[in-house]
């Protein structure tokens, strides 16, 4: 299948590991022109130089604890050089716990990291996805949109204020060439499952190999995924043939989630 995305430019967030750094990687070999975002200059150094030689690839460095400082540098970088056509919004997921126990503080900085910063970029690159008439902006989420996950009492909060602004944007873009989906992750073999295979297997007294083996068997396919399959799904999705595609939600959990 042509994805006939070739020379279409891509701002990829959270880029320098797991799901954000594969999607950089499978939307280059795509021919896609990559810009990442995040706020470790040498990561992002080191990301840039494993992505393919073709293509004019380069990098922005921004916290998204500091939206407007996130804000100021993609429209700094948009002024200078080139628009986006594929917008991939993703970052790191609050920290684990209870809900009853969550601060005031962890549910205002997961909503400024998450929802926010989504805004803040797709305010940003809009305007140049009407004029070329093409755009796609792929919201990195998890599958706690659609079931809450125990332990993830913050998360499961924002992740479905996320959802419902991705899916209100999709409904006021649409008419543009413009689509707005979200992929919903299960476990996926990355840096952030190991933090949560800890603190799970701390909390039941278990040991983190025991764990991982409780967590493989909650997904028919009893395994975790690779970053690479979710990146997979999310390059379609920015893809021209993903056209009529807009405003769904995507489990990518080897069938963990038991709703439709």
Request: aromatic share 6%; net charge negative.
């Amino acid at each position: 299948m042509d994805l006939n995305i070739n020379n279409k430019n891509a701002l990829v967030c959270g880029s320098t590991q797991g799901i954000g750094k594969a999607t950089a990687i499978a939307l280059a070999n795509e021919g896609v022109n990559v810009t990442l975002v995040a706020r470790n200059r040498e990561k992002l150094k080191e990301v840039l130089s494993e992505l393919p030689e073709q293509g004019n690839h380069s990098y922005i460095v921004a916290d998204f604890s500091n939206p407007r400082d996130l804000q100021e540098q993609v429209i700094k970088f948009i002024e200078k050089n080139h628009g986006f056509h594929i917008l991939i919004n993703n970052t790191g997921g609050p920290r684990s716990g209870e809900i009853l126990t969550a601060s005031l503080d962890e549910f205002d900085n997961a909503f400024t990291l998450h929802l926010k910063c989504n805004h803040i970029l797709a305010q940003a690159t809009i305007p140049f996805m009407k004029g070329e008439g093409f755009g796609r902006i792929v919201n990195i989420i998890s599958t706690s949109v659609k079931e809450p996950i125990p332990g993830l009492g913050v998360s499961n909060t924002i992740r479905g204020a996320v959802g419902n602004w991705s899916k209100t944007l999709a409904t006021e873009v649409g008419a543009f060439g413009i689509t707005v989906n979200n992929v919903l992750p299960g476990f996926t073999d990355t840096e952030r499952l190991t933090e949560i295979i800890k603190i799970k297997a701390n909390s039941v007294g278990n040991s983190i190999e025991e764990m991982e083996e409780i967590m493989k068997n909650y997904a028919p396919a009893n395994r975790f995924a690779r970053p690479e399959e979710t990146a997979n799904i999310i390059t379609f999705l920015a893809s021209e043939a993903a056209s009529y595609v807009n405003g769904i939600n995507v489990p990518v959990d080897g069938g963990r989630t038991k709703s439709l």
